[in-house]
């Protein structure tokens, strides 16, 4: 049974305002700083009662049986967004538990999970899930489909390896769907903050290994963060079977397997990407510190000629801008090729608008 123009009339008419909502939210998560949450806020709001009048509309119609799937994963996707737009207003106005802001936000990872299969059918929300400045490149966009719909034995999309979000140890990976079963790909190894997720931080990679036909790894810590708070390194090994799994049924491009991670996660990039005999070729770590454990004497011997990619926000409230400093000073005395990136509006968040620079710094053969 065709869709009735109806139904296309609705699907547009609530796609517009879920994905320009969602694209507020992206960017509220990259700019938030707790003291400018009421101002965030202020931006964010609107799009709650923008999706409202669509959805309703959507929801009234008799939608056709084999369209049901996807009515009912963009009527979920636009009440979970009204939900995390309301929350994140509650919480910016209450202003009591500044900790609920970033609650409210980690909703959106589900929100992406729910909608990108979606992708293949419906083109508005395959060219969200790019690059901005690809979003209007309609080969890519071809491509992408029509490698998400062959049918052959190519394991491509976002895949779990014992990651459900109640389960520690595991991993999520994303394969480009336009791969072409032969290519080696460069592979990002991204690693979660503290109580984070890897299946969860996989959505602050997904679009740019899906723009650039990198493969995106994102392992959960075993515990409730990486091991950084001294003991046994319970991660190490995990990660560098990881790895090793992965490249065993995809090509990876061994020069260029970048271990990068957020807060606690890179904090663990230094550690753990500093350790001898791991597999990563450059770290890349975003609002961590330098771990202690570096600062013996001897600490820092592998981070000779070792490209390193860091980012800090000036705005940082856990680790305040002097540990950055610190960090690339130590680093550039012990003869690591650094890359430092000090972003003045950045607070202690993920700048996912970073990474496309540091893939161009990944694939340049200089870096």
Sequence with gaps: MPATPEVIVAIGELLLPLLETMERVSWVQRHLFPPLASRLADELAPGADEIAGPLAAAEALDWPDDLRFMRDRLVDVSRQTVELVTSFVAAARSADNPIELYRALRRFARVQETLYP????????????????????????????????????????????????????????????QWDGRSAMPLVVALHGGSGHGRDFLWSWLSNGRSRGGLVMNPTARDRTWSIMGGDDVDADPLRQMVEMVAARYPVDR?????????????????????????????????????????????????????????????????????????????????????????ADLSHTYPRDENPRILDWLVDARA
């Excluded at 419906?122 to 062959?150: K, Q």
């Design 118 to 177: 979606l992708a293949p059918a419906l083109e508005p929300v395959s060219r969200w899930f790019l690059e901005p400045e690809l979003r209007d490149d309609n080969e890519l966009v071809a491509r992408l489909r029509a490698g998400a719909l062959r049918d052959d034995d190519l394991r491509v999309g976002v895949l779990h390896a014992d990651n459900e979000r109640d389960a520690r140890g595991g991993f999520s990976l994303y394969v480009p769907e």
């Design 255 to 343: 020069a260029r397997v970048l271990l990068t991670g957020m807060s606690d996660g890179a904090t663990y990039t230094f550690l753990c990407g500093l350790r001898e005999g791991m597999p990563f070729t450059h770290l890349a770590p975003a609002c961590g510190v330098l771990h202690p454990f570096l600062m013996v004497p001897g600490g820092l011997t592998a981070a000779r000629d070792k490209p390193i990619y860091m980012i800090h926000g000036a705005l940082d409230w856990m680790f305040p801008i002097a540990t950055a400093h610190f960090a690339r000073e130590a680093l550039q005395e012990a003869g690591a090729r650094v890359v430092y990136r000090e972003i």
